[in-house]
């Protein structure tokens, strides 16, 4: 199982970002994949998750309006669209997954694989 976050940057409060999780070495369909974010000297924080088969979704509260995920499945990638961002988005974007024999639904309140992250810095 192998998952590789990409897409962060540095972006301006109000803009967009679309960040990207490449998934390889395992079928998507059966895997639910999760965004979660760390900023610094803060506790990790679930965003979005995407389930198995029909590709429900799940969204934090407090994430709900302004990120929005999705998958390509022909691509294996898993998206998560981030609008309006404000400095507090400020963060490394993780995706992970949890193995299919443990239950990989969503929302991930486990996760047994993870991908490097991606910073992503919003300027005021």
């Known amino acids: 199982v192998q998952l590789q976050a990409s897409g962060g940057g540095l972006v301006q409060a109000g803009g967009s970002l679309r960040l990207s999780c490449a998934a390889s070495g395992f079928p998507l369909e059966y895997y639910a994949i999760g965004w979660f974010r760390q900023a610094p000297g803060k506790a990790r924080e679930a965003i979005a998750c995407i389930g198995t088969r029909d590709g429900a979704t799940w969204y934090a509260d407090s994430m709900k309006g302004r990120f929005s995920i999705s998958r390509d499945m022909t691509k294996k990638e898993v998206y998560l669209q981030m609008n309006s961002l404000k400095p507090e988005d400020t963060a490394v974007y993780y995706c992970?997954?949890?193995?299919?024999?443990?239950?990989?639904?969503?929302?991930?309140?486990?996760?047994?694989?993870w991908g490097q992250g991606t910073q992503v810095t919003v300027s005021s």
């Open positions: 992970a997954t949890d193995r299919p024999e443990y239950g990989s639904s969503c929302p991930l309140y486990q996760t047994t694989d």
